[in-house]
């Protein structure tokens, strides 16, 4: 499915306007419904929409592993994706659980209940990395972003072993790490030997969809939130930001960075 759309716009430059073609990112509604009952719709980049579906439900708690999904299925028209999972799923208590409006991208489409960071375990990701390699992995995210250079209007995210392996682009941010958790679920690989890497911040739900899938490195080449620093010291997970050439701030479990 296309992911991008192209619109004529009245560019101005010195006060002179031209008309001239220009993309935009697709934005895309999608509906994930569990065992045959709606469960919310999110507003995405119509790509990788099964990853989507299956890292969100992920992330909200409805899954653990890949065995407890028994069918994924997009529709022909794209807008929905049905998950079929075991046992028996109790949507109206998980929709009636307190819920708090986080900072990530799209208002009123994605929540996460903060008790939830109360019950995870840290990680226990033994990934080590160096400053080598934490500017480097930067620098080959940022060449990626194919969709970002033609739209400027997406998120992107990545997970990353000694190269990129899994790369996403969202006009959601938190789209794009769902994605990622998804593709881990469904791929079955070990989310302990990889880190994550983000165009965005570091918000305390990233830090939680990380810790989900056990990831003990966070890469970012912009800031994290104190929130996300504090959940992330209690989860024993390394947070990178300002990645920009060469440097970088660490803020906390520095030990996973070799050599300094």
């Known amino acids: 499915m296309e992911q991008k759309e192209e619109r004529q716009v009245i560019t101005v430059v010195n006060g002179a306007a031209a008309s001239k073609s220009d993309w935009l990112a697709r934005e895309w509604p999608l509906t994930i419904a569990i065992n045959g009952r709606q469960y919310i719709t999110l507003l995405t980049t119509p790509a990788n929409l099964d990853e989507l579906a299956v890292g969100f439900a992920l992330s909200e708690g409805l899954l653990d592993s890949r065995q407890d999904i028994q069918a994924v299925r997009l529709s022909p028209d794209g807008k929905q ?13 998980r929709l009636a659980a307190t819920r708090v409006l986080t900072t990530g991208c799209g208002k009123g489409s994605q ?60 006009v959601a941010r938190h789209n ?9 679920v469904l791929s079955g690989r070990d989310g302990e030997k990889m880190c994550l ?22 890469l970012s080449r912009s800031a994290p939130t104190s929130l996300a620093v504090t959940l992330a010291e209690e ?6 930001g300002f990645i920009r050439g060469q440097r970088f701030n ?8 070799q050599g300094l």
């Open 235 to 240: 989860l024993g997970m390394t947070v990178i």
């Open 81 to 93: 994706v049905e998950l079929e999972l075991e046992g028996n799923v109790d949507l109206a208590a």
């Open 111 to 170: 929540y996460f209940r903060a008790v939830d960071s109360l019950k995870m375990k840290p990680v226990s990701a033994q990934r080590l990395i160096t400053s080598r390699q934490i500017t480097e992995l930067m620098q080959e995210f940022s060449n990626k972003s194919a969709l970002f250079s033609e739209t400027g209007a997406v998120h992107a995210a990545a997970l990353a072993e000694d190269e990129i392996i899994v790369f996403r682009e969202d």
């Open 250 to 257: 660490l803020y906390c479990h520095s030990w996973r960075v």
């Open 176 to 184: 794009a790490v769902d994605k990622l958790a998804g593709n881990l």
């Open 197 to 218: 890497l983000t165009s965005g911040r570091i918000s305390s739900e990233l830090v939680l969809k990380s810790a989900r899938i056990g990831l003990g490195l966070l």
